[in-house]
């Protein structure tokens, strides 16, 4: 167990490694002059010289990646280029919100996925169970951008029971939420389905049964409970995957999230702002990620059999 | 390559399936799901209507008529005008053609290189394998939309470069998923035989491990295709992809969501007909797996 999480932490740090050259790196990978872009064609040669001895990019390659990833380790990402304002302030501005947007997604996603799971498995080849899958596939065919602004249009706009998008307060953050939480909650569905079939076919189901136990006792204390292991490590990865999902989900209903934040930087081509958006979202997404593995291997140790094959 | 000659019988010997065996069968299941003929024929139909557009569409897709500027589903615009009279209906079937070209062509890109790493990393492997999969780890680490906001970021919003950004962005994981196909036939008895007895490593891999990919690649292959018609409408919503006046769905989706209290239509039919496609592509795609991958789970 512990060689499994030594080894798991070590690789995660790797990838962190990598990453953080990826984000150095992304200024560098611009076709022609990233200053020039920066600051547009009409830039004097002196603006573009005290920009370019501003970021650093008049120095060795290698000296300006010691440079950022030691400034990196004491919280300094960079000075935001359209507002002055530090990149790290700016991020953990709208962090809270993006969280906020993916946990409470994550919950919708749990209760609709575990639900139809159960549901379709309980029913297994009816009617039922062949609408639960159509609507896993439906979920991950529909866009999470359309979806949302059809929830807009039918309970903000037709029924007026939710605001228009522009707040962030809690009955702003139902419709995003659901909107999140309905497409990530097809996996969720899909393996708790396919979970329980399996494990429904089993003895001890069937010796539950014939002691006359009642369907729900059995399908709630005796089947899910052995059935939730890889499902808790799929929320856990989904969550990872729903921090990401919010960029869109944020532009619909103008969440003031990491999302919106990374557009805007995008589109005024403001790069210590897009390269500190994507260290910070790569370390957020790989702690987690090592997070949930070390939890699964915790809470069902065969999981480190599984390691070897990576 | 005389001596390869001499030994090209037993290599087909030993090779575990005929080729065309293998696509007679595939095509007879196939043809037997109903969801896949069902499915093919409607893919079919909607890439006619993309190549037929000008026949087919009702006016010029960036016509404007002043006098029904954002006017409902009527007889002259079965589907309505958007808020410079452009005829939804005709934008929607021009749409078919961008929306298509372009993700077919991101999923070339996931689909040349993406087999091409796979396929070396697995062959190969040692230090070569550690190393391209290491940067396919570092890649992945990262959301895709992420990895594609930051590709559109280096080269600027356009609708080509969005195509690039979804297709790189797809790469690691498919390598991931071909290298992993690709590792089970490399422990295969046939390809060390074949190594034994000399064969060439280009002959390797053209003959024994493509043909042995094919039924992963293919699937992988139509799954990958819903997932670049999301992501390049989804940068066109955002306003990174498809720049106006372009017909692609995405940007129309965006233009919808700015009148979607005046007019349902302009955010409704762009979005039916992406996740009609989509929803057609992942069903066959699932076809597609219960064939060639009968034992993973969806």
């Given at each position: 167990m512990k060689h499994f999480i030594i080894n798991r932490v070590l690789s995660g740090i790797l990838v962190i490694f990598g990453i953080s050259v990826f984000s150095f790196l992304l200024i560098h990978f611009i076709p022609g002059d990233p200053v020039k872009i920066m600051l547009?064609?009409?830039?004097s040669p002196e603006q573009v010289e005290k920009l370019n001895h501003h970021l650093g990019l008049d120095k060795p390659l290698l000296v300006q990646y010691w440079q950022y990833i030691t400034n990196a380790f004491q919280g300094d990402f960079g000075t935001s280029?359209?507002?002055?304002?530090p990149v790290l302030i700016e991020i953990l501005d709208r962090f809270p919100e993006t969280v906020k947007l993916a946990i409470f997604g994550l919950f919708v996603a749990v209760v609709i996925g575990v639900s139809l799971g159960i549901v379709a498995a309980k029913f297994k080849d009816s009617f039922i169970d062949k609408m639960c899958t159509a609507f896993a596939t439906l979920g991950i065919s529909i866009p999470s951008f359309w979806l949302g602004i059809l929830l807009v249009l039918v309970f903000?706009?037709?029924?007026?029971w939710f605001p228009i998008a522009n707040g962030t307060g809690f009955r702003d953050l139902i419709l995003p939420a659901f909107t999140l939480g309905v497409v990530a909650s097809t996996m969720i569905m899909r393996l708790t389905r396919n979970g329980m079939v399996e494990v429904l076919s089993n003895d001890y189901i069937r010796t539950a049964r014939a002691k006359g136990l009642d369907d729900g006792l059995i399908l709630f204390r005796h089947a899910l409970r052995n059935v939730l292991i890889p499902v808790v490590t799929v929320i856990g990865l989904q969550l990872a995957a729903l921090l990401g999902g919010t960029v869109i989900i944020e532009q619909v209903f103008n969440w003031p999230g990491l999302g919106t934040l990374a557009i805007g930087a995008i589109m005024s081509r403001d790069f210590p702002l897009i390269q500190g958006i994507v260290l910070f979202m790569g370390v957020m997404y790989v702690t987690i990620n090592i997070l949930v593995d070390v939890l699964y291997s915790i809470i069902d140790p065969r999981v480190e059999m599984g390691t070897k094959e990576a | 390559m005389a001596k390869l000659e001499t030994y090209k019988p037993i290599q087909a010997r030993v090779a575990p399936k005929d080729p065309i065996k293998i696509k007679s069968d595939t095509l007879r299941k196939l043809l037997k799901d109903k969801r896949a003929v069902v499915c093919i024929l409607f893919l079919v139909i909607v890439a006619l209507i993309g190549i037929l557009a000008p026949l087919l569409?009702?006016?010029?897709?960036?016509?404007?008529?002043y006098e029904s500027?954002?006017?409902?589903?009527?007889?002259?615009?079965l589907l309505g005008t958007d808020a410079?009279?452009?005829?939804v209906l005709s934008r929607l079937v021009y749409g078919v053609r961008v929306t298509l070209t372009v993700s077919m062509l991101a999923v070339a890109i996931t689909f040349f290189l993406g087999t091409f790493i796979g396929l070396l990393s697995a062959y190969v492997g040692g230090w070569l394998d550690n190393v391209l999969m290491r940067i396919m780890d570092i890649l992945l680490a990262l959301p895709s939309i992420i990895l594609a906001l930051a590709i559109v970021a280096i080269l600027g919003p356009s609708l080509t470069n969005a195509m690039i950004a979804v297709g790189v962005a797809s790469i690691p994981g498919f390598a991931r998923l071909i290298r992993g196909a690709a590792l089970s036939i490399k422990s295969s008895g046939f390809v060390e035989a074949s190594r034994s007895i000399g064969s060439s490593h280009s002959w390797i891999l053209r003959r024994q491990f493509l043909p042995n990919v094919a039924g992963v690649l293919l699937v992988y292959t139509t799954l990958f295709i819903g997932v670049a018609i999301l992501d390049t409408a989804a940068l066109s919503f955002i306003g990174l992809g498809a720049q106006p006046p372009t017909p692609e769905w995405g940007t129309m989706l965006s233009e919808g969501k700015n009148y979607m209290y005046d007019a349902w239509w302009l955010a409704t039919f762009p979005g039916i007909a992406i996740t009609i496609v989509v929803f057609s592509v992942n069903f066959l795609g699932d076809a597609l797996r219960d064939i060639f991958d009968p034992k993973s789970t969806r």
């Open positions: 547009g064609i009409n830039a280029l359209k507002t002055g304002r903000s706009v037709k029924l007026a | 569409a009702p006016f010029d897709p960036e016509e404007q008529f500027i954002l006017q409902g589903p009527s007889k002259e615009h410079i009279g452009r005829d």
